[in-house]
């Protein structure tokens, strides 16, 4: 009689039950499936995951409902992995889908981020083993204030409001393009990334999860733009303004490494263009995440990663070099706009190998010049190149001629034949050495160094004079620094005209830059 109470009570407990197993290897695949049979509704699926040490950040995990919906994809990283989807944004692990447990046979898949797995595991391998019940447990990362996702991988407009005030007036807002948190490879839960930004005065965040997309976010006072790093073995792309999970993401991770991938990004770049989210290529000299599709069409592509995560080991050749490829782009008639991005992984006590500073969000800092700071504007300021990238200050430059206000990344009107920058540059307590840089005869520059003036309360300024010739292609741009060379800050251009490109992708033009 005892025996049967005892197996009722843990009935009870769990109407089910199921323990699964994953092998993790170079010859395992890279997208793993196993059937999951839920009896009835139920109130939540808890994911327990024990995962061995050495295997975190090599995997995620996709949870699919029995109509094949998307409920839950979570990178297997950083803090405990107790994850859950349950019927509200508290009880749902970040990049769930809240709402109904529907009875029916399920799909627990494990994905691999072969990037890790080649860096990290070699020839060893090993087990993850996941046990899914509807039982009681910590919610590791719960998404908390507000979902954005009605019972799909899809934004709802009505959830997320594109057009909601964060911002009252025209002005330069500052913000970060590249960041991480606990859904992919990122060390930080929501609440502390949000803490961070607003203690680095930032207004708007961009997350960009690896192959990986937010549902929600928690109570925060900045505009947080829904992003994606798309991420492959040849590099990786992020996308601003997503209304949901790219259609491709699950095959680029199926069968990453394989050619069939560089049709992928092709159809998920197209599928950018279709939606009009905005496509940025990141850190595209960063030693092995360097972008290595040279196919890329580069009139598919609106901004390019010029600054990324400067404390980082490998940063500075792999910057510069962006930043020279971004002036051949501009040489060569291409109208592609630089952002920065901290991309910033590591808790703020940490430092990378040879850094004096961490790692944090808002180093750089992308500013954006546009009138209410809603979603909305800032992504139509972004398509606009109204921007700024700066380290430890802060560019508000005022652009005029023919008596008219133009903004970087504006085009001139042809009556305008001569124009002047006038620069404030704030937070410095060093002179800074200021440059204007534009295009000149046939591949090379013009650089001219500025005179910068020293204002009360260790503000600086700068005032820049160029004149245009006539039809003819034309751009000019600043660029800051300090005084042994570090980047400190860069202006987008304006320009006037129009050119004849000579060039149309991504690797004709690093093989200009090869050939200097």
């Avoid at 507000?146 to 709802?156: C, Q």
């Avoid at 490494?257 to 197209?270: A, F, L, P």
Wanted: charged share 30%; with cysteine; hydrophobic share 35%.
């Amino acid at each position: 009689m005892r025996r049967r109470q005892l197996h009722r009570r843990r009935w009870t407990r769990y109407k089910m039950r199921q323990e699964l197993k994953f092998t993790v290897s170079r010859e395992a695949e890279n997208l793993h499936r196993e059937p999951l049979v839920v009896p009835c509704d139920t109130e939540r699926l808890y994911i327990k995951v024990d995962l061995p040490e050495e295997f975190r950040y090599m995997s995620f995990l996709i949870l699919e409902d029995p109509e094949g919906h998307i409920r839950l994809q979570k990178q297997l990283a950083w803090g405990d992995q107790g994850l859950c989807v349950g019927k509200g944004p508290k009880d749902t692990t970040i990049g769930g889908v809240p709402g109904r447990i529907q009875p029916g046979t399920w799909q627990v898949c494990l994905g691999i981020f072969t990037e890790y797995l080649h860096q990290r595991l070699g020839d060893k391998r090993g087990c993850i083993t996941m046990t899914v019940s509807d039982g009681e447990g910590p919610v590791s990362d719960p998404m908390g204030g507000l979902a954005w996702v009605e019972d799909t991988l899809e934004i709802s407009p009505e959830k997320y409001r594109w057009d909601k005030v964060y911002g009252t007036k025209k002005q330069w807002y500052k913000g970060d393009f590249h960041t991480h948190t606990r859904l992919s490879d990122g060390k930080e839960p929501l609440e502390n990334a949000m803490k961070k930004a607003v203690d680095m005065d930032m207004d708007f965040y961009v997350p960009t999860e690896h192959n990986l997309m937010h549902t929600g976010w928690c109570d925060t006072s900045l505009c947080i733009l829904p992003g994606i790093e798309v991420t492959t073995d040849k590099g990786h792309m992020n996308l601003f303004g997503i209304t949901k999970l790219p259609g491709r993401i699950l095959d680029i991770v199926a069968h990453n490494g394989e050619e069939i991938v560089d049709s992928y990004m092709e159809e998920t770049i197209r599928e950018a263009r279709e939606n009009h989210w905005i496509t940025s290529i990141n850190h595209p000299f960063l030693t092995i995440w360097k972008w290595r599709y040279d196919q890329t069409d580069l009139d598919d592509i609106d901004c390019l990663e010029i600054i990324n995560d400067p404390t980082y080991t490998d940063a500075k050749d792999s910057n510069e070099k962006a930043v020279r490829f971004l002036d051949a782009l501009w040489q060569d008639g291409h109208r592609i706009y630089g952002v920065g991005g901290s991309d910033s992984h590591n808790l703020i006590e940490e430092r990378y190998e040879g850094a004096d500073l961490p790692s944090i969000p808002g180093d750089p800092a992308t500013w954006v010049c546009c009138g209410d700071l809603t979603p909305d504007n800032l992504m139509k300021a972004v398509r606009a190149g109204h921007m700024c990238v700066t380290r430890f200050c802060k560019l508000t430059p005022v652009i005029r001629g023919a008596g008219r206000t133009f903004l970087p990344g504006d085009e001139l009107p042809e009556d305008v034949d001569r124009v002047t920058i006038q620069v404030l540059i704030e937070g410095l307590a060093e002179k800074p050495v200021v440059s204007l840089v534009r295009n000149g005869a046939s591949r090379e520059l013009e650089v001219r160094e500025l005179e910068v003036r020293e204002l009360e309360g260790g503000k600086w300024e700068v005032l820049a004079d160029a004149e245009l010739e006539e039809e003819k292609w034309q751009w000019l741009r600043l660029d800051v620094r300090s005084r042994e060379q570090e980047f400190l800050g860069y202006m987008n251009p304006v320009f006037r005209g129009s050119a004849n490109s000579r060039y149309r992708t991504f690797g004709e033009i690093k093989k200009t830059m090869e050939e200097l």
